[in-house]
């Protein structure tokens, strides 16, 4: 039988090499010309805990995680009962283990998955002491029908071509030879030629890439799971292209850097996740007030406080939205897709810059730590400005009331161009007072800005002319897309919106958008429903409007969405 995707998990506890097998499997599977994704599970210790590592492969790029594993090789038995939950077994899976690690567990045995005996550590030993991670990998291989040749041009990558690889080959080699008397796996369609130019990237390197096509020059922060190789991927890049990265010393250091940064005419950003984006909040209100463009990335994760660092969740949304003091109007913008985390962020540079205003990005785990062979895009033309006077005298004023409410930025140092920028409220030269005349038109002034801008269509993607419509934002729109092609099984069909620009609120907009819906589902992964009742609150959602909310850290499937229809259509 031939499949839309092949899912392949190998799990085991940290520091076995699980990632190594799924990123060498994916990048061997783009040589091969499949498309993939890879996406990563672990718990929250540093070495020694559980981890998994999935790779879906297609002839089509993948949006979403697959609803059943078809191939689970399983190093050890240590921690599975930790990835029940996520790994989806059934009557059509292949599980292959080692018998030395004990017996199956019983919540596999029951899952109707086909079991096979394979002596990992054994194999490991004969093939001249290679690591059993290796012996995997050639199994995984050889079932998923990658080359060996793949396979090894992906590993010299890998090691540099050094004694690693060379007994990680051989450990590849007994893996395809014990593999080859398995029955093969039900594969996808193989993949056509393609003249279009793919890429190996995750969400958070493509969110980093995006800033700097923004312009930015300046980075800091502070390592947070899942958000760390944002910044270690920009430590490396600014360089190159004449910026600057700090390592700062907390949360608190790193947005006040930036903000220092910015005042100083470089665009800048700082990536955290929801405990960092907690600590951050009273200086982005210092940024809303002086009118300072600054980026924050918040890669999300479970919570609340510490809660599970390793994996996704969307219950950022209310902090993000609502969490700074008084009125504070500022940015808040989601990418849809691990592409779409390059263009999304590029674009937040760039409304933050012409804004002059900050804008929270929120990616999560699920995009940011997910890696995809795909399609590159093309390079956006959007231009970063920031309105800077060519110069400046006696009158100028840095709050001044404009049309668009947007007033000049002096640069340090420019003749005649200080000014004073705080927290406190100010009247239009920028000193401080408490009149309220001046209040009022200051928080005008800052509301205005951001409420009569024309943000274009890149705010939100509308797929489908149904009647019921599907509203999510970020992780969640991939599973939707996947649904979407399956729309004929529903009455009037399907119509999918997938908002970018969460803040401030589109009403114009999503009214066409929502032009001939009869019923709304929207879907999230947050357990209060923050995403349906912030859309409540904003927008007129006459027709019947439900929501299908639920926490993570296991991702929603556009099989679950499916049912929520079915038995909406029932009820």
């Known amino acids: 039988m031939i499949q839309e995707r092949l899912s392949i998990t190998v799990a085991g506890s940290g520091g076995a090499g699980v990632v190594t097998v799924g990123n060498i499997l994916l990048e061997a599977a783009g040589l091969t010309g499949w498309f993939a994704r890879l996406s990563r599970s672990s718990g929250p210790q540093i070495r020694g805990g559980e981890i998994a590592a999935t790779v879906c492969l297609s002839s089509r790029p993948i949006r979403s995680e697959a609803a059943h594993c078809d191939l689970l090789l399983a190093l050890d038995w240590k921690n599975i009962s930790r990835f029940a939950d996520e790994m989806v077994l059934n009557r059509h899976s292949m599980v292959i283990s080692d018998p030395a690690q004990g017996e199956v567990p019983e919540r596999i045995r029951d899952s109707g998955a086909h079991y096979l005996a394979m002596p990992f550590k054994e194999l490991a030993a004969q093939a001249g002491g290679t690591r059993t991670n290796m012996i995997a990998l050639g199994v995984a291989a050889q079932l998923a029908g990658l080359s060996r040749e793949s396979v090894e041009r992906t590993l010299e990558k890998t090691f540099h071509g050094d004694r690693r690889f060379v007994t990680g080959m051989a450990g590849v080699d007994a893996g395809i030879a014990a593999a080859l008397p398995v029955p093969s796996l039900d594969l996808p369609s193989a993949p056509t030629p393609s003249q279009a130019e793919r890429w190996s990237i995750t969400g958070n390197q493509a969110a980093a890439l995006g800033a700097l096509r923004g312009g930015v020059r300046f980075a800091a922060g502070y390592p947070i799971t899942p958000a760390t190789e944002v910044l270690e991927w920009l430590a490396l890049a600014l360089p190159k292209l004449g910026g600057v990265f700090m390592q700062a010393e907390d949360e608190l250091a790193a947005v006040n850097q930036i903000i220092g940064a910015s005042f100083g005419g470089v665009p800048a950003i700082t990536a955290t996740s929801g405990p ?246 929207i879907v999230e992964q947050s357990h209060g429903g923050q995403f349906y009742r912030y859309l409540k609150s904003c927008y007129d959602l006459s027709v019947p409007t439900r929501s299908f909310c639920r926490p993570g850290p296991v991702p929603i499937l556009a099989v679950e969405i499916a049912t929520w229809l079915q038995q909406w259509d029932s009820s």
């Open 276 to 521: 960092g984006l907690a600590l951050m909040m009273e200086s982005i209100g210092l940024a809303v007030a002086a009118e300072v463009p600054i980026v924050v990335i918040d890669v999300m994760r479970g919570g609340p406080a510490t809660g599970i660092p390793t994996k996704s969740e969307q219950s950022d949304l209310n902090i993000a939205l609502h969490g700074l003091p008084g009125d504070a109007p500022h940015l808040v913008i989601a990418p849809t897709s691990v592409n779409d985390c390059l263009d999304t962020t590029h674009w937040a540079v760039t409304l933050s810059e012409w804004l002059q205003a900050p804008a929270i990005v929120l990616s999560n785990q699920a995009l940011g730590q997910t890696r995809v062979i795909d399609s590159k895009p093309a390079p956006r033309e959007w231009a970063t400005e920031r309105k800077i006077p060519d110069q400046a005298d006696d009158t100028y004023q840095r709050y001044q009331l404009t049309a668009d409410s947007v007033s000049p930025m002096t640069l340090p140092g420019m003749p005649g161009g200080q000014y004073t920028a705080e927290g406190l409220e100010h009247d239009e030269s920028g000193i401080p007072s408490v009149a309220a005349g001046n209040h009022l038109h200051q928080l005008d002034k800052r509301c205005n800005k951001l409420a009569d801008f024309d943000y274009g269509d890149y705010w939100a993607d509308v797929e489908g002319a149904g009647s019921t419509a599907i509203i999510t934002w970020g992780a969640t729109v991939g599973a939707a897309r996947d649904l979407l092609a399956r729309s004929p099984e529903f009455d009037g069909g399907l119509r999918l919106i997938a908002l970018r620009l969460l803040a401030p609120e589109q009403p114009g907009p999503m009214a066409k958008m929502l032009h001939g819906v009869k019923r709304i589902l």
